[in-house]
Every structure is written in C-alpha cells, then in structure tokens.
C-alpha cells in the first residue's frame, strides 16, 4: 500500500461521522514491519494529531489522550507487534477507537466490510488468494452473510472452482464436470492458492467422505454407490464396493439426485459413471443380481441393460406377466437412462401390447358375419396394427438392433402368422357366407357415397368446408391422428369407419371421394378412372370436377400450401366453400420399393403432417370444418414373403391387374381368391368384376416391391376413416383442453425424517381433453435452496381405479441444520411447455434433530 494511499484512507477514516456517542476518532496503527515508520512524518491529515508509540511511553500516551487532550482526533502509529489484550495498556482507548492496517489480510477484510477479527486467520491463509483484484471481485459476488470459516473456504473454493454458487454441493459438481473431461485446471488451482485439506474436512463432514487415499474419481465413486447402495437395498453388494457407501448417505444421495437431473451436468455425469462402472465392473455383477431387486437402480446405463433383455426374454418365453412389465416400463421412463434407452423401451412396449392380444384372445379370433367383423375391427383389433407399427417405429431408430432381434422375430411371427392369418380366415369366411353379388355390407356407410354423405350437407347449410385426401392412411393411424388433434385444440374430432371401395387403390379410391354422376373405367385399353367424362387422376382435372359440381370450390395439392405464409394462404383459399386438399407422404414411399420399409416412419410423418395441416387452416383462414379421409389403407408386414403367398396369374388375361387386385369383364374362378361385381361403384353398360386374393396373398408379378401393397379386401386396406373436425370457437367449456389435476393427499405438513413417504392422487383418468402431466416435485427453503432430492410424477394413467392413479413418493432431506420456526416448502413444477412453472407450492415445517458435526 502506497503512501498516497495510506493518506486518503486515513483522511476518509477520520472524516466518516462519529456514532454511539463517541466525540472523536482514535485510530491504533499497528506496523509491526515498520513499513511506514520512515514515512509517517510526512502523512497530511487535518485536525488530528499523530503519537508515535513505543514501549516507554505508553504511559505518557494512554496520560495524554484521557486527561492532557480528551477532544482531538488521534492517530497511534506503533512500530510493533499488536499486544494481546490482558497486557495492553492502551485497551480501553482501543475499544472505544478502531484499528488501521496496511497489512494485506487487514486491507482485504476491509475491502469486504468484514471486521470480526476473529476471521484474521482464515483470510490471513488466503493472501496469496486475494492477491488480485479479478477474485477479490468474485470472492464478493457470492452471498457473504454471516461469514465463518468455514463459509470463507466455501467462498474460496467456489471462486477457484468457477462454481456459480458458494456451496460445497456446487464446487464437487464444478470439479466432477472437470474431471470428467479428464483436466484438472480447476484443482489445480485449489492447489496453489486453496486449501485442499479444508476441502477434503468439508467434504468428509458433508458427505462422510473419509478414506484415506483421497482423490475425486474415488469421491465420485463414493457418492455413487452410496446412492446405488439406496435404491437396491435388497443387493447384497461386492466386498469391494463397500468401503465406498457412506454411514450417513442422505447428503450423498441428494447430490446425485441432482447431479443426474440437471441438463447442464448430464454429460459429465455419464462419462464418470461409464469410467466409474468399468472400474469397479458393474456389468459383471449386475447379471448376477435378481432383475426384480434392481428395478429402482439407475447409477449405471448396465442396469437397462439388463432389464431390457429381462423384459424381452420374459416376453419370449411367453410369461405373461403384462401389467407388471408395464409398471417396469413406467418406473424406468422416471429415471436417469430412460432417453437413452427409450426406443428399447417403446418397443418392447408395443411387443407387449401384441403378446397380450395374442395371450387374450387365446389364439383364435371368433367367426362373426362380415358386418360384425368390420366392427370388430375399427372397434377393438386396429390396435394390434397400431402397435405393429409403434414397434417398428422404435425398433427402427435404435442404434444397435441385435440386442431384439429375438423380439422382433417374436413380434414378426405373432402378427404375420397368427394375427393377420387368423384374422384374414375369419374375414375371408365371413365374406363367403355372405355370399354378396357387390362388395357393399349392408349397414356400413360406402366410400363411393361420401360426398353425398359427409361434403354435401355442409353446403346445404351454407357452411365452407376443407376435405383433406391423405393417400393411405388407414384406420388405425387416423385414430392416433383424432387423439392429437383432441388434445391440442378446442375442438370437437370424430371419426366414423366407412367401407372403401373395391379394388381398394388410389385411382378408383380417389375418383370415388368427389361428386360425381358416373364413374367408370375408360375404353377396353384404358385403365383410367373417369368422372362423367373427365380421366379423374390430376389434381387440375379433379378442380375441374368439383367446379362442374360447385363453382366456388377447387383442388390443391398439400405441397403448394405447406410453405404459403399467411397471406398468400388467405389469398388462395378466400371464397372457396368446397376446398380439396390432397395430401401424399405415406403411399409414396410405401409404393416405391427403395422406401417401402419407411412406411411406417412416412405414417408418423403423415400425422404430424395433417395435425399441423390442421392447424394451419384454423389459425390462418379461421377454418371451422375439416374433414380428413384417405383413398385407401395398406397392409404391410417387414419380413418378405415366401412364395406360397403369391398366387399365379396365368390363366385369365384381366384389363388391369396389380399384386393384390386384377379388373376384368368377366367373372374369373381363380383357387384362393374371391370375385365380386363392381355393379355398385361404376356406371358403365359392361360389367367389370375385381378379383382379389383370399386374406393377404398377392398376384405374382414381376417387379420389387411386395410388402406393402393395397388394393385388396383386407380390412386393414378397407376400413377407411373419415375424421370430422369442428373447431370451437365459443367461450363455453366443453371442448376446451386441459392438464389433469394432481394434489398432495398426504396430511401432514411437517416433517421429522430424514426419508419421508408423501402420496399424490391423480383426481382423473386421462380421456379426450384431459392430457397427462408431468411434474418434478422438491423441498426449498425460504431462500429457494433446494434441501431434498428430486421426484418425478407422470400422471398419465386410464385407469378408472383411484389406486392406480396414486403416486407415493419418497423424500430424502440432508443433512443439515433445520430451523423448525422456519418455513420450507415442497414444489411441485410443471415441467412441460416452454418454460417450467410453478404448479403448486405448499408450506411445510421441518423438525429433524442432527448432531452439531452432522453424525449419528
């Protein structure tokens, strides 16, 4: 400290205004170094007087100021070290005075306002800390009330350790995200200008961290098996894990809690723990271990690992246990390696969903006329196609398959050989008793009549309505489409089943959903659909079409509007009552055979396509009435086919013919196939007749491409939907969307345990207009500190059984003082939408007693 400077600090000391009655400044000046003791002569302070103590005229001096001069200012310089105080003959002056320094531990506590000598030590240990300007600055950024020592090691350490706050929960995760990324800038730093051994005291008082040889990868250990060791509590661990869990766990397992849930931590959190795991070699013992007492564990990914292939090998071996796999599955989305694992999940999900139908139905589907199995099926055996499609979907976006392949054979064998076998037999049968001479079942709305039926009373009302034609999309996919839209707007969605036409593919299909007086094929050469004269395949002809039925209407394909702003939207659309818009993602790439096997990705493509179509038209065109249909549906299966499900063709020479249809004049007598008159749909003097394979068998042509296909009688191709949309607009209630409610039930309010169980009730199932909730629930104090771990409800359920939509909860608190006078709370956070919120926060007490050193 410069002269210059020592003078307008002292200048500013004696000008500061005199409190708690004192009528003047003394201010001791102990330079034990005799840094100033050539220059204190020429110090320039007004109205105060300078007395150069020594050790012969303390005395004189002490003489001076009480009874020669009581009034002036004083400043005691002394060239000498501070005497303790019972040998201090000046003390009374020096407790009614203050005391300067020039030395850097006193200069950097008065940079900080700190005047409790005691703390002298502790900072006098951190001189070479302090000595800059940059972590001075930081050192004060932090929260510094009520300082002690071992506050004051916390504060160092989280400025060397770049911590965001000085909290020793804080600088371990600063030093494990460190560590991970195998540096050590930041211990080293510690190092040289820390204290290391008050970080390891800290760390063994906090977290009952003691072993000898200390390092942080052996730390990192500590803390996870500590918090392995709570939730398998039925394992018997490895001898040499032991010395690794901790006597007085629950600080230990709070920091991994959150360690593992914070997004900003996540990464390093994983590389430790894979580090971690291959040391003490997890994935050796943790085959050995019951999968059923391992199901709450998730310190390492080994742990999915092994409960993946449990699930899968219990669903192989046909040990139908579904709703206990169901609860694994929901227990393990809660936890640290679900998004990793998620696509193994889901479709071990849908694997199962397959395995239950099969299980459920015992094998057989029951005989039923044709108008019941049409039922049937939009009512109840849908869902099997859908999760035949859900499986692959996931089974697709994994990373390494060969792990399920024993699953998707498994899957691959119950859908193709039992479910669509057994169901094409009964549906076969049922059309042959049947005995129609046109495909048309009695009671079931035709798709040829669908203007007529779905269109034409909109424009009888005077009202404007949108048609959405999405090429291919059955039943099944529709009813995952209706879902979403019903929880995404207000608005009423329905769907009705409807029965397409025959032979079920895009030309007739197509021709079949416009107005029309007469439908039929063109000349015995042409294989075109016309519409009262006009070929019906281009969008322009379909325009002109509409337009000879309804002059203020048109057709457009879904690429020209996808990519409209606003303005250009309104612009094209305005003043149309009859709007067609067709849309192709999924016979697309279903039909080309480089991409057949990404139909049921061009499925989810599909939904999301048409739910964002949707929404597009009402926000932007204030659209209140969208119908969505399809031509046709598809089947599909992933393994080829062999060629006993392939027929031959040879004997008939029919005007068009495709692998699972053939058009012809004549009535053809085929073995395996059935034939109907086409009477119902065309209107034209000759009769035509389409034969179609029985079940799902194909024509055996030339070409690639055979998996997917359409065209024929199966329902999965001839269920067609017809969703009807109705956007609400009104302020009444009914249609509006909301999150279901989920409250605390447990009645207490104050917690006196270290682990503490609370339950939470789910008030309603989830149903249209009712979506889950998702919500992370933990205890704060009043300054918003977390002091507990971190759950995770997802309150999803169907169920109608209050029991299956209770949630129990377990808390663990650190371990640290609580005021009981004080109040915490627990909060409940949405965790979902754009930004997490608050959903509830309820008012607690905490009474739970720890010893001062935090052992028991």
């Known amino acids: 400290m410069k002269l210059n400077e020592v003078n307008r600090v002292l200048r500013d000391t004696f000008q500061e205004e005199l409190s708690n009655g004192r009528k003047r400044h003394i201010v001791f000046w102990y330079d034990e170094e005799g840094e100033f003791v050539e220059d204190i002569k020429d110090l320039e302070l007004d109205n105060v007087r300078i007395v150069t103590l020594t050790q012969n005229n303390l005395f004189a001096t002490k003489y001076e100021l009480e009874k020669v001069d009581p009034n002036s200012h004083f400043l005691i310089y002394a060239n000498m070290t501070k005497p303790v105080p019972r040998q201090d003959w000046l003390l009374d002056l020096y407790k009614v005075g203050m005391e300067f320094a020039t030395d850097r531990t006193t200069v950097n506590m008065r940079e900080l306002g700190i005047t409790d000598d005691s703390l002298r030590t502790v900072f006098k240990k951190y001189d070479k800390f302090f000595n800059s300007t940059k972590r001075l600055k930081v050192f004060q950024s932090y929260p510094l009330d009520n300082l002690t020592e071992e506050s004051i090691d916390i504060t160092v350490l989280a400025v060397l350790a770049k911590s965001s706050l000085n909290s020793l929960d804080e600088v371990v995760r600063s030093l494990l995200n460190e560590l991970s990324q195998d540096k050590s800038q930041l211990w080293d730093q510690i190092d040289k200008l820390g204290d290391k051994k008050a970080f390891w005291q800290m760390v063994e008082k906090y977290y009952g961290y003691s072993l000898e040889d200390k390092s942080l990868i052996s730390l990192m250990m500590y803390f996870t098996i500590s918090y392995l060791s709570d939730r398998m509590p039925e394992v018997e661990l490895p001898s040499m894990w032991t010395k690794y869990v901790s006597n007085r766990p629950m600080n230990s397992i709070i920091f991994m809690n959150q360690l593992m849930n914070s997004n ?150 119950l859908y193709t050989n039992w479910f669509l076998q057994e169901l094409a037999l009964k549906w076969t049968n049922s059309l042959e008793q049947t005995n129609y001479e046109t495909w048309a079942i009695s009671g079931i709305d035709q798709q040829n009549q669908f203007y007529k039926n779905f269109v034409q009373p909109y424009i009888n009302r005077g009202e404007r309505v949108f048609v959405i034609i999405s090429d291919a999309l059955r039943f099944e996919a529709a009813k995952e489409l209706v879902s979403l839209l019903n929880n995404e707007r207000k608005a009423s969605t329905d769907i009705t089943p409807i029965q397409s036409v025959l032979p079920s593919y895009t030309d007739l299909g197509m021709a079949s959903l416009l107005p029309h007086k007469i439908i039929k094929y063109g000349s015995e050469q042409e294989k075109s659909i016309f519409i009262d004269d006009i070929r019906a395949s281009s969008t322009v002809n379909r325009n002109q079409i509409l337009q000879s039925y309804i002059s203020d209407s048109m057709a457009i394909q879904h690429k020209e509007l996808v990519d409209m702003n606003r303005s250009n939207l309104r612009k094209t659309l305005t003043g149309k009552r009859v709007t067609y818009i067709y849309h192709n993602t999924i016979d697309a790439r279903g039909d080309n055979a480089s991409t057949e096997m990404e139909v049921f990705d061009a499925v989810e493509e599909a939904i999301n396509d048409l739910r964002v179509l949707v929404n597009q038209l009402v926000n932007n065109v204030s659209a209140s009435n969208i119908i969505i249909t399809t031509d046709h549906g598809f089947l599909y299966q992933r393994n080829p086919l062999s060629q006993s499900d392939k027929m031959p063709n040879d004997s008939v020479n029919p005007k068009l013919i495709k692998k699972r249809f053939m058009v012809s004049n004549r009535k053809t007598e085929i073995d395996g196939t059935m034939t109907f008159s086409m009477d119902g749909v065309l209107n034209q003097e000759e009769s035509s007749y389409v034969t179609v394979p029985n079940g799902t068998g194909r024509f055996a042509l030339q070409g690639p491409g055979s998996n997917y296909v359409h065209g024929g009688a199966m329902l999965q191709e001839v269920v067609v939907p017809v969703i009807t949309f109705k956007n609400d607009r009104s302020k009444f209630s009914r249609n509006d969307i909301r999150k279901v409610d989920v409250k605390l039930t447990s009645p207490t309010r104050k917690i006196t345990n270290t682990i503490t169980y609370l339950e939470f009730f789910q008030s309603e199932k989830i149903e249209d207009k009712k979506r889950p909730l998702r919500l992370k629930l933990y205890f704060t104090d009043e300054q918003n500190q977390r002091v507990s771990n971190e759950n995770i409800i997802i309150a999803d359920s169907y169920s109608t059984n209050p029991e299956e939509r209770t949630y129990r909860e377990k808390f663990v608190f650190k371990t640290i003082s609580y005021d009981k006078r004080a109040k915490y709370y627990l909060v409940l956070v949405d965790e979902e939408g754009p930004v997490e919120t608050i959903y509830e926060k309820i008012q607690f007490s905490i009474d739970i007693a720890f010893s001062n050193d935090f052992g028991f």
């Open 264 to 413: 900003a931590d996540i990464k390093a959190y994983r590389r430790l723990a894979d580090q971690i795991s291959s040391i003490i070699k997890v994935g050796e013992h943790v085959k050995e271990w019951d999968a059923n007492h391992i199901l709450d564990a998730d310190a390492f990914q080994q742990f999915d690992m092994v409960i993946i292939d449990y699930l899968q090998n219990q669903l192989i071996q046909d040990v139908n246990q579904f709703g206990t796999y169901r609860e694994i599955i929901s227990k393990r989305r809660l936890l640290h390696w679900y998004d990793k694992y998620k696509h193994d999940y889901k479709a071990i999900e849908q694997g199962l969903r397959i395995c239950e139908y099969a299980h459920n139905i015992k094998q057989f589907i029951p005989e039923k006329s044709a108008y019941d199995m049409f039922q049937i099926y939009y009512q109840k055996y849908y869902e099997v196609d859908t999760a035949y499609r859900k499986f692959y979907v996931a089974f697709d976006q994994l990373e390494h398959k060969e792990h399920l392949l024993p699953l998707r054979e498994k899957v691959e064998n």
